[in-house]
């Protein structure tokens, strides 16, 4: 085995033998991802976050009958408030938009997370996207809690990562947002009380977590055939060191 094929291989398990959803789901290309997705991501135990964010809802009946099931935040603008609660067996995730509440709890399953938002159960692939920031190409780099890692594995071509360090329009990223650094959580499987669904139904859900000047920003959609949109909330947290 050559050095870098050792690197690769020692890195992940290391990354692998922490606590934590995300340094599990995404192995070595954790590393890849900017400061504030590290931090956030990288933490156990009780963490609140604050920001500010924008809800939009659908208005059709079948929307909002949808809506209400599932328990979606209603149309909003302000202050946000994320606690995440993470161990070793997954997270739970409150969200407070005002006085709307949304909760889900995530696990993580064959390199998957699992998110299950009332009787819906999703399941996602998490994948870099954007460019790479400049740290995760450097020798050396803090994944989270001032650990330094060999990361020079991460300037590999993509093929020997399993993803690229950039995407374009092609991976459905805007226009505008492809360059910015982060996460894109494809949907792969959904079941609803424990009965699957087909995928295509659900095309229209998309979410990326990014950060832009030093700030973590996220940006989620949902919207189905002939229904239409959901729900869309976007906006920005504070995550500091």
Known sequence: MD?????VARDATRLGAREGLYPRALGVRFVLLPRTLRLLHGRSGR?????????????????????????????????????IQAGPHGETWTRRFGKSTLRSRLSGRDGLVLERLGPMRFAFALEPVGEAPEAALARTVSAHTGDSI????????????????????????????????????????VRALGLPLPRGWFAGV????????????????????????????????EVAE
């Open 3 to 7: 050095a870098g094929a050792t690197n």
């Open 47 to 83: 963490q609140s976050y604050r920001g500010e964010a924008v809800v939009e809802r659908g208005h059709g009946l079948c929307s909002r009958l949808f809506a209400r099931i599932v328990r979606l935040p209603k149309a909003y603008a302000g202050p946000i408030e994320v606690e």
């Open 150 to 189: 060999t990361v020079s594995s991460a300037a590999l071509p993509a093929a020997a990562m399993g993803a690229p360090t950039s995407y374009g329009a092609e991976h459905g990223e805007a226009e505008g947002e492809r360059h910015d650094p982060g996460l894109s959580w494809r949907l792969m499987r």
């Open 206 to 237: 998309r979410a990326r977590e990014f950060e832009r000047e030093g700030r973590y920003h996220f940006d989620v959609a949902a919207q189905l055939p002939l229904v239409g949109l959901l729900v869309r909330y976007r906006g920005w947290l």
